[in-house]
C-alpha cells in the first residue's frame, strides 16, 4: 500500500470517528425524555428537571464545537503537509533522534493544546458558571494549566525519551522493553498518586476526629478492610461536585474524601459509598482492570513494532521520499509513523475503549451489590440520588451512548439492580 492510499484511510478513520461521535450526541440528546422517569419521580420538580436537561444540551454543543476544531485542525496538519514540516523543522534544530522527537511532540501538544483552551474556558466561565458548579477562579484556572504543562512535559518526556532509547539499542525486543517500562509507571503512578500528584493541585488534610471518622473506621473494621490514611481534599476549590476515592496498591489503602462530599451527603451514606469502594477492591476490580490494560498495551505495542519502521506511514504524514529514505537509513525513529500509527489505530482503540467500558460497568453493579450486602442500598441509592441532582446529570442517556462512553451504568440501572 502506498502513502497516497493510507493517507486517504487516514482521512476517511479521522471523518468517520467525527461523524460517529456527533450521531451519537444526537441520538442521546433524543433519548431525552419530557418527563421524569416514574422511579426517580420526586427527584426534581419540574422546572429543576428542565435546567438539567438544558445543561446537558449546552454540554453538547461545546462537545461539537471543540471536537469540530480538533478535527479541523488535524485535518489541515495533514492535509497541508503540516506533520512533516514540524517534523524536518526539529530535525534541523535537533541533532539528536530523541531531541527531535521530543520537540516534535512538545509542538503538537501545544497546537492541540491551544485549540482547546477556548472551549474549556467557556466551559468553566461560561456553563459550569452559570449552573452554579463552578468555583475556579481564572488564577487557578492559569496556574492549572502551567502545572499541567509541567507534570505532562516530564511524564511524557520521560516516557518518549525511554522509548526512543529502547528503540535505538535493542532493535528486536525494544516494544518488550517499552511495555515492562510503561506498566511499571502505570502501577507507580497508580500507587503515588495520592501522595505525589495530587497535592500539587489540592490541598489534603486528614479527616478530624469525630463521627464520621469513627463510623469509617468501624465498617472497614466490619469488613476487614486494610484502612490507610482518612483524607479530605478540597474539591471545592474548582467545583461543587463531589466525589470519593481510593488510593494506593498493595498494603493499605487511603480514602480520599471531597470537602464537598462531606457537605452534602449524611454519615449513612458516606459510609455506603465507601462501602461501593470497599467493594471494588474486594472483588479485585483494580487487579483485574490492571490486568486488561496491560494486556492491551502489550497488544498495541506489538502491532505498533510492525508499523514503527514504514516508509508509507511517513509519506502518508507528507515527508518527501528523500527524506524518509534519510531517516530509515539511520535507523532513527520517526516521529511521523507514531502519529500516523496513532490514527490508523483508532478503530482498535474505540473498540477496546467499549470493552473495557463494559467491564467497567460490569465491576460497579458488583461494588454496589457489596455495598449492599455489608452497608445499606438505601443509604447508597439516596447518595446517588443526591450526587446525580447535584451535578444535573442525564438520567435518560441512550443506550449506544452509554456503551461508548460510560464507565459507569446509568443512574436508574443502578438502582433497579440494586432493589432486586
Ligand atoms: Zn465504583
Do not use: C
Not at 198 to 203: H, Q, R, T
Request: no cysteine; aromatic share 12%.
Amino acid at each position: 500500500m502506498n502513502g497516497d492510499t493510507i493517507f486517504y484511510i487516514i482521512i476517511a478513520l479521522l471523518t468517520g470517528e467525527f461523524v460517529l461521535e456527533r450521531v451519537l450526541s444526537r441520538l442521546n440528546i433524543k433519548a431525552m425524555s419530557a418527563a421524569l422517569p416514574s422511579k426517580l419521580s420526586g427527584l426534581y420538580d419540574k422546572e429543576e428537571y428542565k435546567k438539567s436537561q438544558e445543561y446537558q444540551i449546552e454540554k453538547d454543543n461545546l462537545g461539537l464545537y471543540s471536537s469540530a476544531a480538533s478535527y479541523l485542525l488535524t485535518l489541515i496538519l495533514l492535509s497541508t503537509g503540516g506533520y512533516a514540516w514540524i517534523d524536518s523543522f526539529t530535525k534541523d534544530h535537533f541533532d539528536s533522534n530523541t531531541g527531535q522527537i521530543l520537540a516534535f511532540f512538545a509542538i503538537v501538544a501545544i497546537l492541540s493544546d491551544i485549540i482547546s483552551i477556548p472551549f474549556e474556558w467557556k466551559n468553566t466561565f461560561s456553563i459550569e458558571e452559570k449552573y452554579g458548579f463552578n468555583k475556579m477562579t481564572p488564577k487557578t484556572f492559569i496556574i492549572d494549566k502551567i502545572k499541567g504543562y509541567a507534570l505532562g512535559g516530564v511524564i511524557g518526556g520521560l516516557l518518549l525519551w525511554g522509548f526512543v532509547a529502547f528503540y535505538s539499542n535493542f532493535p528486536d525486543t525494544y516494544w518488550i522493553i517499552a511495555w515492562v517500562v510503561f506498566m511499571l509507571f502505570a502501577l507507580g503512578a497508580t500507587m503515588f498518586y495520592a501522595n505525589i500528584i495530587l497535592p500539587m493541585f489540592n490541598k489534603i488534610t486528614p479527616l478530624e476526629d469525630g463521627e464520621l471518622r469513627t463510623a469509617i473506621e468501624k465498617y472497614a473494621e466490619g469488613v476487614d478492610f486494610p484502612l490507610g490514611r482518612i483524607m479530605v481534599m478540597d474539591g471545592s476549590k474548582r467545583s461543587t461536585k463531589a466525589n470519593a476515592f481510593f488510593s494506593g496498591l498493595g498494603g493499605n489503602k487511603n480514602i480520599v474524601l471531597y470537602d464537598t462530599l462531606i457537605e452534602k451527603l449524611s454519615i449513612d451514606e458516606i459510609v455506603a459509598v465507601l462501602a461501593h469502594e470497599v467493594g471494588h477492591y474486594k472483588r479485585k476490580h483494580t487487579l483485574q482492570m490492571f490486568f486488561i490494560s496491560a494486556v492491551n498495551m502489550f497488544i498495541t505495542l506489538f502491532i505498533l513494532s510492525k508499523f514503527i519502521d514504514s516508509k508509507e506511514l511517513a509519506e502518508a504524514m507528507g515527508a518527501s521520499k528523500s527524506s524518509v529514505f534519510v531517516g530509515a537509513a539511520k535507523h532513527s525513529l520517526s516521529p511521523l509513523n507514531l502519529v500516523a500509527f496513532s490514527m490508523l489505530y483508532s478503530p482498535i482503540s474505540l473498540i477496546t475503549g467499549i470493552v473495557i467500558n463494559a467491564f467497567s460497568r460490569k465491576n460497579e453493579f458488583e461494588a454496589d451489590a457489596f455495598a449492599k450486602d455489608t452497608s445499606s442500598s438505601l443509604a447508597l441509592i439516596d447518595a446517588l440520588k443526591k450526587l446525580s441532582v447535584d451535578s444535573l446529570s442525564n438520567l435518560t442517556p441512550d443506550e449506544n451512548y452509554v456503551k461508548m462512553h460510560y464507565s459507569h451504568p446509568p443512574l436508574l440501572q443502578r438502582m433497579e439492580a440494586m432493589e432486586d
